[in-house]
């Protein structure tokens, strides 16, 4: 099968050539945050990594390459975080449950706002949309199956799926929209508790 032309040329398979992928991802990461996709090129992210252009290109065919590995690398992240909270949120109440992963999702993306806001802004120009979206149906499915071991604590629903993939969008919709126009929100607990109500309003009977 073809590669994408985006996509990583070769994997770095000994100590020394991962280390140079990770300066690589990391100066990226740095410059993304200091000034956006749009100040982003490889001569600035090898200049910035202390390697070489031609050892950037051993890892990477374009810049859009490294978004595509940071983009992964953050959906990576939340996922790994999701899966790490869901097992204590099965021992609280579904509002409590509720607050704690709203919280965690924010978190996530609070540790680097305008990395966050940068990559998803280069979303519609690197091609990660269908990874995206396949990552993005897994913490549906991963809600969708929480809120049927607890249906009966929840509000009546025609369609537990429909409901799930609500909640995900809305929620997820709410916090790249501060990352992108009020960062600030981020790290203010009322806007948790805000988009915490919002869910909790929508699931559970008053």
């Not at 770095?12 to 991962?18: D, E, I, V, Y």
């Not at 992210?45 to 390459?65: C, D, H, T, W």
């Not at 991963?142 to 409901?163: C, D, F, G, H, Y």
């Not at 990352?179 to 929100?185: K, L, M, N, S, V």
Request: no cysteine.
């Amino acid at each position: 099968m073809a590669k994408r032309a985006h996509e990583r040329r070769k994997e770095p398979r000994q100590a020394r050539s991962r280390a140079t992928v990770d300066y690589i991802l990391e100066a990226a990461a740095q410059i993304l945050s200091e000034v956006g996709s749009g100040g982003l090129t490889t001569n600035r992210i090898a200049e910035r990594a202390g390697v070489a252009v031609a050892s950037l290109y051993q890892y990477f065919p374009n810049k859009q390459a490294i978004l595509d590995v940071l983009f992964e690398m953050q959906l990576s992240e939340e996922r790994d975080e999701f899966a790490r909270r869901s097992t204590t949120l099965q021992e609280k109440s579904v509002r409590e449950a509720i607050r704690e992963a709203v919280r965690s999702a924010i978190e996530v993306h609070a540790r680097r706002p305008t990395l966050v806001r940068s990559i998803l802004r280069a979303l519609p120009f690197v091609g990660t949309r269908d990874l995206h979206v396949r990552a993005r149906q897994e913490v549906v499915d991963a809600v969708t199956t929480a809120m049927r071991a607890r249906e009966n604590e929840l509000r009546p629903m025609k369609s537990v799926a429909m409901r799930a993939f609500l909640v995900v969008h809305a929620v997820e919709a709410a916090i790249h929209d501060a990352a992108g126009e009020r960062p600030e929100y981020l790290t203010d607990p009322a806007f948790a508790d805000e988009l915490a109500e919002l869910v909790g309003r929508f699931l559970l009977e008053d």
